[in-house]
């Protein structure tokens, strides 16, 4: 089954001052099946923040349409059915991490002892049950993401729409974010984030999507788009300069280089990291 069905949308806005028109999305068209999790990835002010906000019914598509599990992205349905964590949310900063998922679930219809378990629940999941009763003014950056997806998922949508969602975050919020991700394509819920940051998309998306210009250029599995067909890896755990020489004899001219394995920056980070916490 299809969670998300984009075909072929068209979206422009007017400009300013009697100037030309701007088009954000020409003629794009995507699905996404259910339970999986998709990346659309571009520069700023390729289109992605539009093809969502249309997705989410917050616009219209000047053509083409938006389906969610089979009904249009502007029924009414749908509300429940779709969780929604904007690039910049907006929340209350007088209002305890605890009072904004519950005012979240509250508009939800969610009431009484099921508001108050859900909200509790929603709050452990994303880590944040230690800073429940702490007023929002006080959060961090990423305390603020956190507590956004809480209240996104607070209705148990089968949707979850995120745009950027570790826009500004440090590394280890980053990576709790991307484990709250993977967690929840686990328990089936289907996700779909825009994202600018390709080595977090990379990681977790089962499809990924290219826009450019508005328009979407590439789009396929994560190992569709990144293999070199021209080139193969041979990984080596120990190799001794004897086996090396040995295996450059062979190679002949297809032999490029050989040079140590690499891990990434932010694995060192949160390694180093972790390393001063079990101390």
Not at 65 to 88: D, H, K, Y
Not at 132 to 155: D, E, I, N, P, T
Request: with cysteine; glycine share 12%.
């Amino acid at each position: 089954m299809k969670a998300v069905e984009i075909a072929d949308i068209h979206k422009s806005f007017p400009g300013h001052w009697g100037r030309g028109g701007v088009y954000a999305v020409k003629g794009v068209s995507l699905s996404i099946p259910a339970g999986s999790v998709y990346g659309l990835i571009g520069p700023n002010g390729s289109g992605k923040s539009t093809i969502m906000k249309a997705l989410v019914g917050l616009l219209s598509p000047d053509a083409g349409s938006c389906r969610v599990f089979g009904q249009p992205a502007t029924a009414a349905s749908n509300r429940r059915e779709i969780g929604f964590l904007p690039e910049n949310p907006y929340f209350y900063k007088f209002l305890t991490g605890e009072e904004t998922v519950r005012f979240y679930g509250r508009l939800c219809g969610l009431h009484g002892a099921k508001l108050k378990e859900r909200t509790a629940e929603m709050l452990e999941l994303v880590g944040l049950q230690d800073a429940a009763h702490r007023r929002l003014g006080g959060y961090s950056k990423g305390m603020l993401q956190r507590v956004g997806l809480a209240q996104a998922l607070v209705q148990k949508p089968r949707l979850l729409v995120l745009d950027e969602p570790t826009a500004g975050v440090d590394p280890i919020g980053s990576r709790a974010i991307r484990d709250i991700i993977l967690d929840l394509k686990q328990q089936g819920i289907t996700v779909f984030l825009c994202s600018h940051l390709l080595e977090q998309v990379q990681e977790i998306c089962d499809r990924v999507g290219i826009l450019y210009q508005g328009c979407l250029i590439a789009e396929g599995s994560v190992d569709e788009l990144t293999r070199d067909r021209r080139r193969t890896e041979i990984l080596l755990s120990n190799p001794t300069p004897e086996l090396l020489e040995q295996i450059q004899t062979l190679a002949g001219e297809a032999w490029l280089s050989a040079a140590p394995a690499r891990n990434s920056l932010e694995s060192v980070f949160l390694k180093g990291i972790r390393a001063r916490i079990e101390k």
